[in-house]
């Protein structure tokens, strides 16, 4: 029998008409260094309808890629709208990404048209020689006859996003679309190899944007001011910029100001309530307000994630911030919303810590299973140990242009993350597959020293990377940021270590570092980290 039910598509144009009429009166604001500015979902909705005419009038028709070389703005956001919309695909470039990088992802997703942000222009113009498809640049942010660098976007033709949408009328035929088209592409950060291009259809996106406002998950409604400081290129900033639009939260946009003072300034002023970004961020943040102080008291809700939410981390906001820091995991090939940690009811906040220190439950429609060797799957049991693999209508089933398919497994994405799972849907990560430390046949979890070694109170940062070892075959190296005027010796933090993991598990090679290299959207870079190890860059310390 068939459902009588409407067969109506789940579009962003869907999103857009409903965000810019429905809560048309909330706002985006942007901040600009000295202050902020603003604008009504109401008039981005008009906007969008400009620069979509606008696109159309530079040739970008049926599929043809879009991409954006932006921060997190109002006008990103108008992309976010306009070319989805237009049945055109929006590609997010990553703007950390060196140029030959850039120019490979933009080449293979065969961009039309790039809108880029004034202060990006000159970074641009050292990509674009890689970038052969882009026939169009448009810049906004500031005017183009101001924009240092313009005149070195050789090879195409460059536009002023103010004129073009001066230019334009503030409405426009959106198409009827099909729910399973491409909507945006994303490309994975290329932390363990190669960028991979992941295309979202507006069916996923669309259904991706409920979870942040599922009562589970975030509860995001029109009660919330949502800081995205995730870069809405890296993984569509975490979804929550569409579903600010779908549940009426204000969207409060850090542009290029994501230095730790001018977070907390813009929490404070803004009454943000609710704010996502890596841990990298989160510790910069605790530190200013360590430091110099500052109000935010206006958050109920920091989400966490891209990489593993040190237990320090979690526990500072309680107890000094007084704010919740909620793990969640994902990934680019995940839209990226793979799971949250908020614990089940009923527990004492004892017993609750496991289940938040975990990388949290799946999110519903999101699947999980433990493959072993050979790709046997493992019981859901929350002892063994395996890579996890995920499916659902928000995780990619292929690469663009069918790169790399053996991350497929009988319709299951592998996700290249080692951990366990439970009976209750919980994931508990212990490493990415390749930064797992394989000692004597054993393995060792780097991530859990790491977030050890992070709860020591003159530890900043630890990053752990396995490095080859003629009696065991690897054995792990620690990398020790200190917090500025601490001292602690390796035999201290080895002991400190002692306490909570098994002797064979202890590094016996230490090194005091000034930072740990971080990938382009803020996460450690243990390749960085091996390449320099291997160059034998770092000062090694012995402790037995
Ligand atoms: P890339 O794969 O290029 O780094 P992504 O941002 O898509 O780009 O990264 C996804 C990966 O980030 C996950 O596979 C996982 O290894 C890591 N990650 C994300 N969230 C967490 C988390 N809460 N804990 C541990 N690792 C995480």
């Known amino acids: 029998?068939?459902?009588?039910?409407?067969?109506?598509?789940?579009?962003?144009?869907?999103?857009?008409?409903?965000?810019?009429?429905?809560?048309?009166?909330?706002?985006?604001?942007?901040?600009?260094?000295?202050?902020?500015?603003?604008?009504?979902?109401?008039?981005?909705?008009?906007?969008?309808?400009?620069?979509?005419?606008?696109?159309?009038?530079?040739?970008?028709?049926?599929?043809?890629?879009?991409?954006?070389?932006?921060?997190?703005?109002?006008?990103?956001?108008?992309?976010?709208?306009?070319?989805?919309?237009?049945?055109?695909?929006?590609?997010?470039?990553?703007?950390?990404?060196?140029?030959?990088?850039?120019?490979?992802?933009a080449a293979h997703a065969?961009?039309?048209?790039?809108?880029?942000?004034?202060?990006?222009?000159?970074?641009?113009?050292?990509?674009?020689?890689?970038?052969?498809?882009?026939?169009?640049?448009?810049?906004?942010?500031?005017p183009l006859a101001q924009t240092p660098g313009a005149s070195e976007l050789a090879g195409v033709q460059v536009h002023?996003?103010?004129?073009?949408?001066?230019?334009?009328?503030?409405?426009?035929?959106w198409p009827e679309l099909d729910e399973r088209s491409a909507a945006a592409m994303c490309y994975t950060s290329g932390t363990t190899g190669?960028?991979?291009?992941?295309?979202?259809?507006?069916?996923?996106?669309?259904?991706?944007?409920?979870?942040?406002?599922?009562?589970?998950?975030?509860?995001?409604?029109?009660?919330?001011?949502?800081?995205?400081v995730v870069p809405m290129f890296h993984a569509n900033a975490w979804g929550l910029a569409y579903?600010?639009?779908l549940c009426g939260a204000d969207l409060v946009l850090p542009d290029q100001h994501m230095q730790p003072d001018a977070l907390v300034r813009l929490i404070s002023g803004e009454r943000v309530t609710v704010a996502g970004g890596v841990p990298t961020i989160w510790t910069?943040?605790?530190?200013?307000?360590?430091?110099?102080?500052?109000?935010?008291?206006?958050?109920?809700?920091?989400?966490?994630?891209?990489?593993?939410?040190?237990?320090?981390?979690?526990?500072?906001?309680?107890?000094?911030?007084?704010?919740?820091?909620?793990?969640?995991?994902?990934?680019?090939?995940?839209?990226p919303l793979g799971s949250v940690a908020n614990p089940p009811p009923g527990l004492s906040e004892d017993q609750a810590w496991p289940y938040r220190d975990s990388q949290g439950r799946l999110f519903c429609t999101v699947e999980g299973r433990l493959a072993g060797d050979g790709g046997t799957v493992l019981p859901n049991d929350g002892q063994a140990v395996g890579e996890v693999e995920v499916r659902g209508p928000w995780v990619t089933g292929s690469y663009y242009r069918d790169d790399d398919p053996g991350k497929f497994h009988d319709g299951w994405l592998r996700t290249g993350d080692v951990g366990t799972l439970d009976e209750r849907g919980f994931i508990r990560l212990t490493d990415r597959a390749k930064d797992v430390v394989k000692s004597g046949g054993e393995w060792i979890s780097s991530m859990a020293l790491e977030n050890i070694l992070m709860s020591h109170p003159d530890v900043a940062e630890a990053a752990?990377?396995?490095?080859?070892?003629?009696?065991?075959?690897?054995?792990?190296?620690?990398?020790?940021?200190?917090?500025?005027?601490?001292?602690?010796?390796?035999?201290?933090?080895?002991?400190?270590?002692?306490?909570?993991?098994?002797?064979?598990?202890?590094?016996?090679?230490?090194?005091?570092?000034?930072?740990?290299?971080?990938?382009?959207?803020?996460?450690?870079?243990?390749?960085?980290?091996?390449?320099?190890?291997?160059?034998?860059?770092?000062?090694?310390?012995?402790?037995?």
């Open 1 to 105: 029998m068939r459902s009588t039910m409407m067969d109506i598509p789940l579009t962003i144009t869907s999103i857009m008409r409903y965000g810019t009429s429905v809560y048309g009166d909330r706002e985006v604001v942007t901040c600009t260094g000295a202050g902020t500015r603003r604008r009504s979902y109401a008039e981005s909705g008009r906007r969008a309808a400009r620069l979509a005419n606008a696109l159309r009038r530079l040739g970008v028709d049926a599929d043809q890629r879009v991409g954006t070389f932006m921060w997190n703005n109002a006008e990103h956001l108008e992309a976010y709208l306009a070319v989805p919309s237009m049945g055109a695909v929006l590609h997010t470039l990553n703007i950390r990404l060196a140029p030959a990088e850039a120019g490979y992802v």
């Open 110 to 142: 065969e961009d039309h048209t790039v809108i880029v942000d004034a202060s990006l222009v000159p970074r641009f113009a050292g990509i674009l020689p890689h970038a052969p498809t882009v026939r169009h640049v448009i810049v906004t942010g500031a």
């Open 160 to 173: 002023d996003y103010e004129d073009l949408l001066a230019a334009e009328p503030d409405s426009f035929g």
């Open 194 to 228: 190669k960028s991979k291009g992941v295309v979202y259809s507006h069916r996923s996106t669309y259904l991706h944007s409920m979870g942040p406002c599922l009562g589970n998950a975030f509860a995001l409604s029109e009660q919330d001011r949502v800081l995205p």
């Open 243 to 245: 579903a600010s639009l």
């Open 284 to 335: 910069g943040v605790l530190a200013q307000v360590r430091a110099a102080g500052g109000d935010l008291s206006s958050l109920r809700l920091v989400v966490c994630g891209g990489s593993a939410v040190p237990h320090a981390l979690l526990a500072a906001y309680e107890s000094e911030l007084g704010a919740r820091l909620v793990q969640a995991w994902g990934m680019t090939e995940t839209s």
């Open 464 to 544: 752990v990377i396995g490095v080859p070892d003629d009696r065991w075959g690897e054995r792990p190296f620690a990398a020790v940021v200190l917090r500025p005027g601490a001292e602690v010796s390796a035999d201290k933090l080895r002991a400190f270590l002692a306490e909570q993991v098994p002797p064979w598990q202890l590094p016996e090679r230490w090194s005091f570092i000034a930072e740990v290299p971080k990938t382009s959207v803020g996460k450690f870079s243990k390749r960085r980290m091996r390449e320099a190890y291997q160059r034998g860059d770092y000062e090694v310390v012995e402790a037995r």
